[in-house]
């Protein structure tokens, strides 16, 4: 039996028209108030009749999506991805209801729960009990479905011990834990899920998509935004590639990968902004001409409001389908013990002869204490790995993987055993 389409979107188009002013505004202090409402009320009466000529600004219409068109299926698992600026959010806020089209329709099939934005939905000053209520009922859920779902929702946030805390006083990890918890709750049909897992530590990550796994094996069905290659492989059976707000491709989801990570040229380093409050990494290089001999060198700059004890960094490198193939992290590789705390500084690593065949790969990296992450950057590297090309005998890594890793054998012939033993 065929299942059903849930959502369809027919040439769907959202446009938005940004300001430019012809010059920049400059910083406006209270003497400057006093002194234009003095001067206006000498004025008042002259312009009274006279028409004063204003500066226009100037509009550019800026199409976030453009002519989108697909179908999803029920219990279908969809990961939409794409660069910044792609579109993502902007369709799934479509989706959600969130904003409406300029152009186009999308037609939905059953009750839609999304989780956007981390905390959405969420008073500062109210408990986690109380959010937990206030967002249930923001999503649509009766205060019996809210009570039966409770303990369970407390349980897989984890945060029992700080339920009666306002969230203001949460920490982001915490936050998105209960945010999470109450809209994967909720069973609507259809869950939407934007980019909001990276704030959770590993361990959270597993088990929310280990919950979306569940949601769709109950038959709802799963959108989902990451820029976690190995996330949307582990969950993703289908996937929507976005470019310049129009989609590129829909298809399997680990041909789209690939078509995704090929639109990027190698990336050695990137710069991020410093998020308040919070320990973050500022960037992340990696060294072209280590990579060239076949070793790995990077780096990871960071920052932190309170001291790191010690800082810990950690890499990933993985494959253009987002499958994690070698990785390092401060807390199970040797580091410089002399440094015990940072709150700015470098994280160097570097290791000799990586045993990986030549392909294009992505880089990811972390930053945290002893015990626990705090910042992770997804993939926002990536770089060719071909030292020995001149090497003819190298596996097909798609048939075997990426490990160039060295073996010996040896050869038993059992015949001379058997001969042997018929001798006797």
């Not at 800026?62 to 993502?88: M, P, Q, T, Y």
């Not at 919950?211 to 976690?228: C, N, Q």
Request: charged share 25%.
């Amino acid at each position: 039996m065929s299942k059903h389409t849930v959502i369809r979107a027919e040439r769907l188009g959202k446009k938005y028209l940004i300001s430019h002013q012809g010059q920049r505004e400059r910083y406006t202090a209270l003497r400057d108030v006093i002194a234009r409402r003095v001067t206006s009320i000498h004025r008042s009466a002259a312009n009274l009749f006279r028409r004063q000529p204003t500066r226009a600004s100037q509009k550019e219409e800026f199409w976030a999506l453009k002519d989108i068109d697909f179908d999803i299926r029920e219990g279908e698992v969809v990961g939409i991805i794409g660069r910044n600026g792609a579109g993502k959010s902007t369709l799934l806020k479509i989706l959600s209801r969130v904003t409406e089209p300029t152009e186009g329709r999308v037609t939905i099939a059953g009750r839609v729960g999304s989780l956007l934005e981390v905390g959405t939905g969420f008073h500062p000053e109210l408990t986690g009990r109380e959010n937990i209520y206030l967002n249930g009922a923001i999503l649509g859920m009766s205060r019996a479905e809210i009570n039966r779902k409770f303990d369970e929702i407390v349980d897989f946030a984890g945060v029992a011990k700080f339920l009666d805390t306002p969230v203001k006083r949460f920490s982001s990890g915490m936050y998105v834990r209960l945010a999470f918890a109450v809209a994967a709750h909720f069973e609507p049909e259809i869950l939407v899920v934007d980019e909001v897992l990276a704030v959770g530590d590993a361990e959270f990550q597993k088990k929310c998509i280990g919950k979306m796994s569940d949601v769709a094996k109950g038959g709802r069905t799963v959108l989902f935004v990451s820029h976690s290659m190995g996330a949307v492989a582990s969950l993703c059976e289908t996937a929507i590639l976005l470019q310049k707000g129009r989609v590129k491709a829909i298809g399997r989801t680990g041909k789209i990968i690939e078509e995704y990570m090929q639109l990027s040229t190698p990336v050695t380093q990137a710069s991020f902004i410093e998020q308040e409050g919070v320990p973050s990494i500022t960037g992340i290089s990696l060294d072209e001409e280590a990579i060239r001999r076949g070793d790995f060198s990077a780096q990871i700059e960071f920052v932190s409001p309170s001291p790191l004890r010690p800082p810990v960094g950690g890499f990933i490198i993985s494959t253009l389908s987002g499958v994690p193939v070698w990785g390092t992290n401060g807390r199970f590789h040797p580091a410089d013990n002399r440094i015990v705390s940072a709150q700015r500084g470098t994280l160097k690593c570097w290791a000799s002869s990586l045993p990986l065949l030549p392909s294009t790969y992505t880089l990811s990296g972390w930053l945290g204490d002893w015990h626990q992450d705090f910042d992770q950057k997804l993939n926002v590297l990536s770089f060719d790995f071909n030292p020995n090309a001149e090497v003819s005998l190298r596996p097909d890594p798609d048939a075997i993987g990426h490990i160039d890793w060295q073996a010996s054998w040896m050869v038993k012939d059992s015949s001379l055993e058997l001969t042997s033993l018929t001798r006797q």
